[in-house]
């Protein structure tokens, strides 16, 4: 029986592509991805012209302290004064800003973070308006001052202009229970300030006089700023620490204005020279200063504070 099954022993196989397709290809993403970069660029500059410039939105509503604070279940935290400073900062690398508004309510905060703070401010190139809201005493009144006009709200509690450092004398208490510390140091100001003793003339004189220079400083920080502004005749009567109502500030020139953030809307506008005929024409854009650090259980934030609280008294803005 003749069988007409002929079996090739060529097997077809599919094509495989070319070199040259490959790079063809590999030419064409590569070009299409460098034209989505251009016309991302060519957007950014071209949508101020479009939609017009905003007014960037800075809310400083914690503590100003170095360290910052973690976020944790119940609390979102805030930054330390170098993150929240380089947010500020950054606003001037920005072409669809056309002023910043800071909103205040804060009641100040440590010496060295109140300057970095204030600092990033001051060095903005663009108008810039302060708004209290509530509190903006101490180094939240400090940092206001680097801004071009500040509003407040006629109730806000602003001023308590001065410096504090509080020392805590446990000795009678330790006394009482028979605990004794005995501390061994190299000079005898070396722990100035401990609470296991009290502390002695000599060394009450020595912090007196770092408050007494730290407080010229914020003095003539503020001297500099409301210059042609401030009613002399009041003004060394209420830097004696006291806090102020908006309406008692701007009475003495601490602030521009009494009115609310609608008003410091349309004013950080005008500075910007946006046109608007209401706040609600104005285009806001607001400026995340939330905390990128770790979160309940962030373990150097944790040793962070309990090394910045260790035997050594702080100088703050409050």
């Not at 007409?4 to 094509?15: M, V």
């Not at 920005?94 to 800071?102: C, H, K, N, Q, S």
């Not at 109140?114 to 108008?127: A, D, I």
């Not at 500030?249 to 910007?272: E, T």
Request: one cysteine or more; aromatic letters at 6%.
């Amino acid at each position: 029986m003749d069988s007409q099954h002929t079996d090739s022993p060529l097997r077809r196989h599919p094509a495989r592509p070319s070199g040259t397709l490959i790079l063809g290809t590999g030419l064409a993403l590569v070009l299409i991805f460098a034209a989505l970069i251009a016309l991302f660029f060519i957007f950014s500059a071209i949508s101020p012209a479009i939609s017009g410039k905003c007014v960037a939105v800075v809310n400083i509503d914690m503590p100003l302290s170095v360290e910052g604070a973690p976020s944790g279940l119940f609390d979102s935290g805030y930054p330390g004064s170098e993150e929240l400073a380089q947010s500020i900062e950054a606003i001037d690398k920005r072409p669809d800003v056309g002023a910043v508004l800071f909103v205040f309510n804060s009641p100040g905060g440590s010496v060295v973070a109140t300057r970095e703070v204030y600092q990033s401010v001051k060095g903005l190139g663009k108008p810039k308006v302060s708004y209290f809201r509530e509190v903006a005493a101490s180094g939240a009144y400090y940092t206001a001052t680097g801004t071009d006009y500040i509003v407040s709200d006629p109730d806000a509690l602003t001023g308590s202009i001065g410096v504090i450092s509080t020392f805590a004398d446990m000795s009678g208490l330790l006394e009482k229970i028979g605990v004794n510390m005995t501390a061994i140091k190299s000079g005898p100001h070396k722990d100035i300030g401990s609470e296991y003793r009290n502390m002695t003339p000599e060394e009450t004189a020595i912090m007196q006089g770092l408050i007494n220079e730290i407080y010229l400083e914020f003095k003539g920080v503020v001297l500099e700023n409301r210059k042609g502004k401030l009613d002399m005749s009041k003004f060394d009567e209420i830097t004696d620490g006291r806090v102020l109502s908006g309406r008692q500030a701007q009475k003495v020139g601490l602030v521009d204005q009494v009115g609310n953030k609608k008003d410091a809307i349309m004013k950080a506008a005008q500075l910007g020279g946006i046109e608007a005929s209401s706040p609600d024409d104005v285009r806001l854009c607001p400026v995340s200063t939330s905390t990128s650090g770790g979160g309940l259980f962030d373990v150097q934030s944790v040793i962070t504070r309990i090394q910045a609280g260790a035997g050594m008294p702080s100088l703050s803005y409050k």
